[in-house]
Nanobody, 119 residues
Framework: QVQLVESGGDLVQPGGSLRLSCAAT????????MAWYRQAPGKQRELVAA???????SYADSVKGRFTCSRDNAKNTVYLQMDTLKPEDTAVYYC?????????????WGQGTQVTVSS
């Protein structure tokens, strides 16, 4: 069983920065593909950023150049550095893990952390 716990969400002014963290339990974190999703009120959950077990990253067009996803396997933690925040970044941010299992991947979700960008 894997548990994901997000932290770092807050109220921030437009143009500000936040760093989200997602701490995972379990010893297989280093082999997991990790991702950040977000869901704004009335909208579908969308993929924001992803990082493979090898450290390759990808980003949604809406956050490219502003968000940076990284991981620290020694701490079983994945991060999302968010800079130049905009009101449209307001959402609940969720951590997702895809854990290798039986030839495929088992998905896990965190509980979410609220990010509000407002003056």
């Amino acid at each position: 069983q894997v548990q994901l716990v997000e932290s770092g969400g807050d109220l921030v002014q437009p143009g500000g920065s936040l760093r989200l963290s997602c701490a995972a339990t379990g010893s297989i974190f280093s082999s997991a593909h990790m991702a950040w999703y977000r869901q704004a009120p009335g909208k579908q959950r969308e993929l924001v950023a992803a990082i493979t077990s090898g450290g390759s990253t990808s980003y949604a067009d809406s956050v490219k150049g502003r968000f940076t996803c990284s991981r620290d396997n020694a701490k079983n933690t994945v991060y999302l550095q968010m800079d130049t925040l905009k009101p449209e970044d307001t959402a609940v941010y969720y951590c997702h893990a895809a854990i290798p299992w039986s030839g495929g991947y088992q998905p896990y979700w965190g509980q979410g952390t609220q990010v509000t960008v407002s003056s």
